[in-house]
């Protein structure tokens, strides 16, 4: 480590007792004397401007690996337990192996840094990129885990590690300091890093405060592409690639190339989007006559091959699920419990003169109804064959789950009423695979005593219940 630069204060002798007295206190501050006490006017230092911007200059550059490197010694000789980790560091929690483990910074005794992984039980498994020379260690900003992956994007290089050895897997440049996201409950930290696991190896981009978006290949590290873009807002669409909305423009680019699959601008700019596995909706607001309407595209993402074009009322894509091509969409109607099936091998009608002035009328024919009428859809997914609609009275009051069956929209399970505690619009309360679904209620409407219950797709039969108390 860097020594501080020596800064010359010089000493001063007491007008009165001749003792020496160091010039670290400002000029023309009246002070006793350590001496004989009789109060003295300071001279000031002998610092120049010179020699204090020399160690401004270490203090912002060595002056965090110094004091921690301080700090770290002193805990070594007198809490050896807690001094694994800088006490500046952010520690990060992980799974590993299906354990608990804690991720952090360590700084040696020469200042410089490195990362270290724990387990539950305070054993070291691993240490990584020893000897680093940073200025600050890293924090929920500079760090993200993706999928078996931990990124540290700090001081011009984003490092790419093994999330359970912790070998460096590589190493690139970065055009400045990342971009971040405030939302930390959207990745687990603030670091707008997207990654897209595939063949061959995969993707990862990065937005910098530049205004670039960078990507590498996962397993690589090898440069795929670069864009420049505008500080828009940006999107990830799982397996697919990134959507950047700066308000005039909507533009989808591939992941793996950097191709642009689709801009939408002017009336064709999108309301909202959905992807899921190869296919993505598009929802377009559009006025006809005196009514609103929604039409919803639905494309192929690796082709971009326009699937179906349907007008539909006020579709609402967040809540919608896709299964194959058709996407499950909830209808925003007075009534309610009115959804809509989007399928590409369900021609449409078309919008006549009549429909164009007065609005487009064959919605009914392709509405569906849920057999529990007066719900709001809170969020449809897919449990195997089953539809899933998790829903709420119009007037309030507990949710209530419905499945139906994704083929022929018979009815296979019904919650019944549950209870209005825990939130009904925590999404978290319905999880689903391809072979069961589980949702937490609470028998007594108390979201201090809760239990979760899990059911099988295939047969709608409830699996088993069990307690899990406060839920939150």
Known sequence: MQAPPQLAYGNFACPHCRGEIPKTIPKGMVFPCPYCKVSIESPGSDITAEGAAQYQAWAMQHGSAAAAAADQGYRQQHDPANAVFASTATIKAAIVGGQPAFIGA????????SMKMLDASGRQLWESLQGSRWSYPPDEQKMAIRAERLFVAIEGRLHCLDLATGRALWSAALDGNVETHPDIAAQGDELMLYDFPGQPEGAVALLTKQG?????????????????????????????????????????????????????????????????????????????????????????????????????????????????????????????????????????????????????????????????????????????????????????????????????????????????????????????????????????????????????????????????????
Not at 106 to 113: E, H, K, Q
Not at 274 to 296: C, I, M, N, P, Y
Not at 347 to 359: E, N, Q, W, Y
């Open 212 to 472: 670039s978006v960078l990507a590498w290949g996962r397993d690589t590290g090898r440069p795929l592409w670069t864009q420049r873009v505008d500080r828009p807002s940006v999107t990830m669409m799982p397996g697919v690639g990134l959507i950047f909305d700066d308000r005039q423009t909507v533009t989808l680019v591939r992941a793996f190339d950097g191709q642009v699959l689709a801009s939408w601008q002017g009336d064709e700019l999108p309301d909202s989007l959905h992807v899921e596995g190869q296919r993505l909706a598009v929802k377009l607001d559009v006025e006809t006559g005196s009514f609103d309407a929604s039409r919803v595209r639905i494309y192929d993402t690796m082709t971009l091959g326009l699937l179906a074009d349907h007008f539909v009322d006020a579709a609402t894509l967040e809540q919608g699920a896709f299964f194959g091509d058709r996407i499950f969409v909830p209808v925003d109607n007075v009534a309610g419990s009115t959804f809509h099936v989007v399928d590409p091998a369900v021609r449409p009608a078309k919008v006549g003169f009549f429909a164009k002035l007065f609005g487009p009328k064959p919605f009914g024919k392709r509405h569906q109804h849920l057999p529990v009428p007066g719900m709001r859809f809170v969020w449809i997914l897919r449990a195997g064959s089953l539809v899933l609609f998790h829903l709420q009275p119009l007037q309030g009051g507990g949710r209530r789950i419905l499945g139906l069956d994704a083929a022929t929209l018979a009815q296979r399970f019904d919650s019944g009423p549950l209870a209005e505690e825990p939130s009904t619009m925590d999404t978290a309360q319905i999880q689903a695979n391809d072979e069961l679904f589980v949702y937490v209620t609470s028998p007594s409407g108390d979201s201090d005593h809760c239990e979760l219950r899990c059911v099988d797709a295939s047969t709608g039969a409830e699996r088993y219940r069990f307690e899990v108390g406060d839920w939150s």
């Open 106 to 113: 360590a700084v040696a005794a020469d200042g410089s840094w």
